[in-house]
């Protein structure tokens, strides 16, 4: 295994980005709620560059770049609705694992490393996900962005899990692709991983100091 996992207890992950590449369902839904609005589609590439924040501010962007202007709190909460109605109907239709992140999650899961998700996505649609990869019971908790009060970069959300599993922040390690999970695991008293092939907004997730980075997360096996 890893160096850094020596001595830790649970390994808690992030979803988008990390685990998997949801852009292009996450696209097609806010292209769906934007023309529902009158709007035109924002496309794929720009949509890469506004995840990890929550559905909320993922549409708040899109209508902001839609619009040239920001959006009134009303057309947000209508357009953000619709996202939601078009996510739900395919939140899994083009979404993929990363290389490597199977083989990761299966070798942990067997070594009977305690797994689990702590995202900004909205819970309803983690389920699915990972039930349609096989990978649902991999985890002891999934914690998505509605789940609590706080979501990442808050530390809230990590020590939650850590207090569910009775393990304490030291002995926790934290894998993310951008600055929000760094600094999310470091304000937890979490170890760090970053993996540099997700969603930062155009920065490499090394600026976030992490403390290490794999290209693949089948190092960690």
Known sequence: MHPLLQGVKLVAFDLDGTLVDSVPDLAAAVDAALADDGLSPR????????????????????????????????????????????????????????????????????????????????????????EGFGLADHFGLCLGGDALPQKKPDPAPLLHLAAHFGVAPGDCLMVGDSRHDIEAGRRAGFRTLAVPYGYNHGEPVAASRPDAQVESLAELV
């Open 43 to 130: 496309g794929e590439a720009r949509v890469r560059d506004w995840v990890g924040n929550g559905s909320h501010k993922l549409i708040e962007r899109a209508l902001a770049d839609a619009l040239n202007d920001a959006p009134d709190a009303e057309r947000q909460a209508s357009v953000h609705a619709r996202f939601l109605h078009h996510y739900g109907l395919a939140p899994n239709d083009r979404t993929r694992l990363y290389p490597g992140v199977r083989e990761a999650l299966d070798g942990l899961h067997a070594a009977g490393m305690p797994l689990g998700l702590v995202t900004n996505k909205p819970q309803a649609f983690i389920a699915p996900i990972l």
